[in-house]
């Protein structure tokens, strides 16, 4: 993205911010948030829309806070088995690298490797693009 470590940095710690870069149809809802920026040790309680139209807590918790430069969120109850989401922010010529790593698993074994075929695989990789596609309207490419 072509703006700071700064100013990416300041929209990304942000909690309400994910609102903003997450498809309407996933029916994101933030049900608790202490604090307007987060810190590590953060309790986030959300809640999510899952097939078939399911409402479902999502409890994370943001970790390794390291100011400009990274982040974690990590999974405590919701849909996923296990989720660790690592955020990283790089300053690069003309701009920022801002780089997601996900690990996680599906509950249910082994259910969840054809859930996962069928479904997740494709809806991450549908809300990641998503998530490109509103940051690069936000704050522009690199070129």
Known sequence: ??????????FFSSPRNLDAITPP????????????KMYDGQIIIYEIKVPPGIWVNWVTEIRAV??????????????????????????IEGGVLMRDEVNYALPFWPFSEIVHELYVKNKLS???????????RRFGTLD
């Open 66 to 91: 390291k100011e400009g430069e990274s982040f974690i969120d990590e999974q405590h109850a919701g849909p996923y088995k296990f989720w660790h989401h690592r955020h990283t922010f790089e300053k």
């Open 1 to 10: 993205m072509p703006v700071s470590v700064e100013e990416a940095w300041e």
């Open 126 to 136: 549908e809300i990641f693009q998503y998530r490109k596609d509103v940051l690069t």
């Open 25 to 36: 149809d996933v029916g994101f809802r933030i049900l608790r948030q202490p604090g307007e």
